[in-house]
């Protein structure tokens, strides 16, 4: 059955309602009555990706109110925030939170610039002063721009009334709403977007050499992008997508054998390796206080009290290790040599070339490939329930540098099926990702132990020691569980399907 | 969802008034309300401002389910909707018959709507007839205004007969005493008598008062308007004790 779902009316108004003592007639029948109107200062905000402009949503934070405009149904939701909020798990349930459920929740919202927004409400009544529909006007006024949004609020029963209420604002000048870009660019989102994957644009014959200057770039330049936000510490992503990139970098270096000549490949490895270095240990403390919640979970809460010390220590050396990076970032040092090395990628003159600096990027690439996947399935085929963790560690390794290739590469190659084939890849990846951070986690609770405990003598010690101990026993479970399954991950990945669309593509592939 | 009649075998004993506050005061405590006007008076209707509908004048208007789901208006308050009836008898008879019959269309409309509505109230017509037992077998309470006089507390046991007779389910009916003065002798003692003669009179008392009597100057519910009043805190200790009851 068919009930009267009226769909609000979202629109941009060009000047504002004039009324007449706060009323103004539409139809004979018919008048907008402005019943509240306030005004405050705000904020437009979103992350550091542009995920809410990207998906058509705008959120606009007043006191501690959060505002979602968004163009899908129903238009406006609002929900309370605490006094400094940045992340989505800071907020209580609500319906802002459950449609921001789909971004980042380790990515901060960030504000713009400060704008003030006036809120007019409006009743649009009959003549029996019943209510037929609700509308309210935002406005945001910056320093030489203003906007008018609006949206409506119809009732059960009055679509015709609806309908000329539409007629009328699209006479005032109302334009249908359909993206908040504007809004964005006037409230200070005038950056570029940022894109930590942005696509990769290669062609088939360009030389070795040039994608190989070209992908070196892209990602250098990505990663600089990150560097304020590293220094004003926003959210953790910066780091990680600074270290990201670096590591891209590193592994184009040490994956593309041949492409520069190999003194000045040594050359450059040491330099990034010496710039991301400084970053090693804030990405650790990082990742270890992201976890926090999940690993105290895992024990019983009597033993919650020995973890929250360590994770205390962690806090405390997490501001100095900032701090460290904040300065090095800051420094002429590194400031010099990060844009010396930019310097040279602009121009493959500036690199001493190696024997295969000059082969087409396609059959270039093509062999990196399939080299690196017979090397996975090789490595994989052979473990057994028996093999040593140390093999399963080779292979994580090896899937990594095989996911690298083929995504530096993935505009050379026909995107469904590589699409799919990382895909594959991915869940293999997955399983040998999560083997290996529960060994890591393991390694470094055992050595913050034992660093503590030649520093730290007092009574805490001991209960500390028991929940660590507790959790590496806990973690030590999870990763046999994770090893048990590398198998069977590996043999999914290993179909008869897959092999045959690797060799399609990058072996006697449709593209040679 | 659970359908509420709110009825009365006489008139004048405050039952719009009821209907109309009990519907605000669920849907102010957060139950998607619908509100049925069937008094052919249309007396619900006028209190929420809502013009009664045209269209359900019409013969062919309980025939058609969208119609019948088309004429739901929205009040000026949240999760509170309306059907402004303005039925003649004829209408209501249609209106009980298809919804006694399982087939009927009116049925599944009605069964549409426990999706959207948490609770029905109805609002009915002062009369008991044949047409009237339809409405006593498809709530699952009806609330019945008693003045405490004589002549109230006469039609209040008529009803309780008819129940009996036709074997219908007493335990559905939940009286409560309605325009009740205290300062009145003759009510106080009614009020006592009643209560040791039928056990389950709703406890609390609706009084008589003028803040309720100006719904019609105001056009809305007196829990809208006069909230702190004790009529408008009595109707809202009513529903809280008849939906306590479900």
Redesign the interface.
């Known amino acids: 059955?068919?009930?009267?779902d009226i769909e609000p009316f979202q629109f941009f108004l060009n000047k504002p309602l004039i009324t007449t003592k706060n009323s103004l007639s539409i139809t004979a029948e018919l008048y907008l009555k402005q019943t509240e109107v306030t005004v405050d200062s705000a904020y437009c905000l979103d992350d550091f990706e542009s995920s809410l402009k990207a998906s058509k949503r705008l959120l606009i934070r007043y006191k501690n109110n959060l505002l979602l405009l968004q163009t899908s149904i129903p238009g406006a939701l609002s929900q309370k925030c605490p006094s400094k909020w940045r992340f989505i798990p800071q907020l209580e349930d609500g319906e802002v939170k459950n449609k921001l459920s789909n971004c980042s929740s380790i990515r901060a919202f960030l504000p713009g610039d400060k704008t003030q927004l006036l809120i007019e409400q409006y009743s649009l009544l009959?003549d029996?002063?019943?209510?037929i529909a609700r509308c309210t006007l935002y406005h945001l006024n910056n320093a030489d721009k203003s906007f008018i949004l609006g949206i409506t609020q119809p009732?059960?029963?009055?679509d015709h009334e609806h309908e000329l209420f539409q007629k009328f604002l699209y006479e005032q000048g109302a334009v249908a709403i359909d993206s908040y870009n504007d809004v964005y660019a006037q409230c200070g989102f005038d950056q570029p977007l940022y894109k930590a994957k942005p696509k990769l644009e290669l062609a088939v014959d360009t030389p070795a050499i040039e994608t190989t200057n070209h992908l070196i770039q892209v990602f250098m330049a990505i990663a600089r992008q990150n560097e304020d936000g590293i220094k004003a510490d926003y959210d953790t992503e910066f780091l990680h997508d600074y270290r990201v990139s670096l590591r891209k970098v590193r592994s184009v270096l040490s994956l593309f054998k041949g492409v520069y000549s190999e003194a000045e490949n040594i050359a450059l490895k040491q330099s990034f390796s010496d710039i991301m270095k400084g970053t090693n240990q804030l990405r650790d403390l990082d990742v270890y206080l992201l976890d926090k919640q999940e690993l105290v979970s895992l024990l019983p809460e009597r033993m919650h009290a020995g973890l929250e010390q360590m994770f205390d220590a962690f806090s405390v050396e997490r501001k100095k290790q900032l701090q460290q990076v904040t300065k090095m970032l800051n420094s002429k040092s590194y400031q010099q040599a990060i844009a010396a090395l930019q310097e040279k990628f602009s121009n493959t003159e500036n690199l001493q070339s190696g024997p295969k600096a000059l082969i087409a990027s396609l059959p270039f690439a093509t062999k990196l490939i399939w080299k690196r996947y017979t090397k996975v399935c090789q490595i994989a085929r052979q473990i057994t329930a028996e093999t040593p963790d140390e093999e399963v560690h080779q292979l994580r390794i090896q899937c990594k540098k095989l996911r690298y290739l083929m995504e530096f590469f993935s505009d050379l190659f026909p995107q469904k099926m590589l699409k799919h084939l990382i895909k594959a890849l991915k869940r293999l990846q997955d399983n040998l990702g999560r083997f290996n951070d529960f060994s890591v986690q393991q390694e470094s609770l055992q050595e913050f132990l034992s660093t503590y405990a030649k520093k730290h003598r007092n009574k805490n010690l001991i209960a500390m020691a028991e929940s660590i101990g507790a959790l590496i026993i806990l973690l030590q479970q999870k990763q046999c569980r994770e090893r048990d399954q590398v198998m069977q991950s590996f043999s999914s990945f290993d179909s008869l399907k897959i092999r045959d669309e690797f060799s399609q593509v990058f072996h006697h592939g449709i593209n040679q | 969802m659970k359908i509420i009649a709110c009825y009365s075998n006489k008139g004048g004993v405050g039952k719009t008034a009821t209907s109309v506050n009990l519907a605000y005061a669920s849907a102010h405590a957060g139950k998607r309300t619908l509100l049925c006007d069937l008094d052919p008076q249309g007396a619900a209707s006028f209190y929420?401002?809502?013009?009664p509908s045209r269209k359900l004048a019409e013969q062919a208007f309980f025939k058609d389910?969208?119609k019948f789901?088309?004429?739901?208006?929205?009040s000026?308050f949240d999760n509170l909707?309306i059907i402004p009836a303005n039925m003649t008898y004829r209408d209501f008879d249609i209106f009980l018959s298809r919804m006694k019959n399982s087939r009927s269309r009116l049925k599944k409309?009605l069964s549409?709507l426990h999706n959207?509505y948490d609770v029905i109230i109805l609002d009915c017509p002062p009369n008991i007839s044949r047409l009237s037992e339809n409405i006593f077998k498809v709530s699952d309470s009806i609330i019945v205004p008693v003045i405490p006089t004589t002549l109230s507390e006469r039609t209040f046991f008529q009803l309780l007969d008819f129940f009996k007779e036709n074997k219908l389910n007493k335990k559905k009916l939940l009286p409560f005493f309605s325009m009740a003065q205290k300062q009145k002798k003759l009510h106080k003692e009614t009020m006592a008598r009643l209560r040791k003669q039928y056990k389950r009179f709703l406890s609390t008392p609706i009084p008589f008062s003028s803040d309720i009597e100006k719904m019609g100057i105001h056009?809305a519910p007196v829990l809208s308007y006069a909230k702190s009043k004790a009529a408008a805190k009595a109707y809202k200790a009513l529903w809280h004790e008849i939906s306590n009851k479900f």
């Open positions: 059955m068919t009930l009267t009959d029996d002063l019943k209510t009732l059960r029963g009055y | 929420y401002r809502i013009k389910v969208d789901t088309r004429a739901i208006r929205a000026d909707d409309a549409a959207e056009r």
